[in-house]
């Protein structure tokens, strides 16, 4: 009769233990929520098929943008048609996750699934693939100059089920500003425009009270000058509107002031419908959505939309323009509050501050927005949110602006 013998090493070097095996599905779930970032996620997703399962199953989603490219830069026949500088805006792509992603390729499958066009790339020749980045051979994916395989955000995105709160970000914002110049905004959409908040300033300054009323006197004459000590001296006893109630000097209107504004407008405007226009084809297979947001890096502009205005776009499709892929901006009621020069309670000066708030001309009038400004002061974080409550509380200007 033969006996097994215990191997003496198994006892002074007994197996590893993996001590996430012993870690429930929802802890694992919770620490991968918490990591949002979809490039570490991918990293993740290599390191198990218990991780990989886990990963698709993620709510909390980040989407961070390392370049984009235009169409220009494509081989798409449609290249040398016209186009408006947001038109095409981008064509979305990742680098610097390759080696990780592509032993995930194998992981996840089908290698290719094909998609609607009608997505980031904005090219009819690509295809959607898994979330991985393939290798430099998939003929589904954009490979540059240093053999990187790139995806969109629909590719990338692609294989997670259950996402409810989705961030994208690009690298930049799309409108290029002068150095000092401050420009902010924030769109709601559904189907269309909801709302829209911009704020902006010819230049952001550290407070130094001589320098800044001297540069208005020079630039916006002597009226700016009274506006602005009005407005300093409130500003100092407390107050936010100043005793000129928030009036616009004269010169506003003959130095290009106020074209200037209606620049910023347009501008932020189309950003925000070619942002929503990107948007499509994500919104239209992640049915799980509670909330998207699109922003950039610099913090220029957030597009944002909730549940309610992610169903009523899948319900409702929106009206594109005929002149550039982006949504159609629907006839808008505006409301402009402006100060010559603004103090914020931590020292910072804004000089020439507007504050623009929009509606849609239909939703304004079933909307009490004239006594509720909340939605206007509440559309940016601080110290912006209190530049945007010490406006609103000055004179309102209205204007009207047609479908575009």
């Given amino acids: 009769m033969t006996s097994v013998r215990e191997d003496p090493t198994s006892r002074i070097f007994p197996e590893p233990i993996d001590h996430f095996d012993r870690l429930p599905d929802s802890i694992l779930l919770l620490v991968f929520n ?126 997670f089920n259950e996402i409810r709160f989705l961030r994208i970000e690009l690298p930049t914002g799309e409108l290029g500003i002068d150095e000092g110049v401050l ?38 004459g002597a009226a700016d000058v009274s506006c602005a000590n009005n407005n300093n001296n409130n500003n100092i006893n407390g107050g936010g509107g100043g005793d000129d109630n928030g009036s616009i000097p004269e010169s506003f209107y003959t130095n290009g002031g106020l074209k200037l504004r209606v620049v910023w407008t347009i501008s932020s405007l189309i950003a925000a419908s070619a942002r929503h226009y990107l948007l499509q084809p994500i919104i239209a297979e992640h049915k799980t959505l509670d909330s998207l947001v699109l922003t950039d890096a610099d913090l220029q502009g957030v597009l944002c939309m909730n549940r309610e205005q992610l169903e009523e776009l899948r319900v409702k499709p929106l009206s594109a323009s005929s002149a550039a892929k982006r949504t159609l901006v629907p006839a808008l009621n505006m409301r402009l509050w402006y100060a010559p020069y603004l103090e914020l309670p931590d020292g910072v000066v804004l000089k020439g501050a507007t504050l623009v708030a929009i509606r849609p001309s239909e939703q304004s009038a079933l909307k009490k927005e004239v006594s509720d400004c909340s939605w206007v002061a509440s559309a940016f974080e601080e110290p912006y949110g209190t530049a945007a409550r010490m406006l609103v509380k000055r004179r309102t200007y209205c204007l009207e602006m047609n479908s575009f």
């Fill in 183 to 220: 420009l902010k905004w924030r769109a709601d959409f559904g189907s269309t425009l909801d709302n829209c908040v911009i704020l902006g300033a010819a230049s952001v300054i550290n407070n130094a009270n001589s320098i800044v009323k001297s540069s208005i006197l020079q630039e916006n």
């Fill in 34 to 159: 918490r990591i949002g970032d979809v490039k570490a996620l991918g990293r993740c997703c290599v390191v198990s098929r218990r991780f990989h399962s886990l990963v698709t199953q993620v709510e909390n989603v980040v989407v961070r943008v390392d370049c984009v490219i235009s169409d220009d830069d494509s081989s798409s026949s449609t290249s040398e048609k016209s186009r408006s500088p947001f038109s095409n805006l981008f064509r979305v792509v990742f680098g610097g996750i390759v080696k990780p992603l592509q032993a995930l390729g194998q992981l996840l499958g089908p290698k290719r699934t094909h998609f609607n066009p009608n997505n980031f790339n904005h090219n009819n020749a690509a295809s959607a693939s898994c979330l991985s980045v393939g290798s430099g051979g998939d003929d589904d994916a954009d490979v540059d100059q240093a053999g990187v395989t790139h995806h969109s955000p629909t590719q990338v995105l692609k294989n």
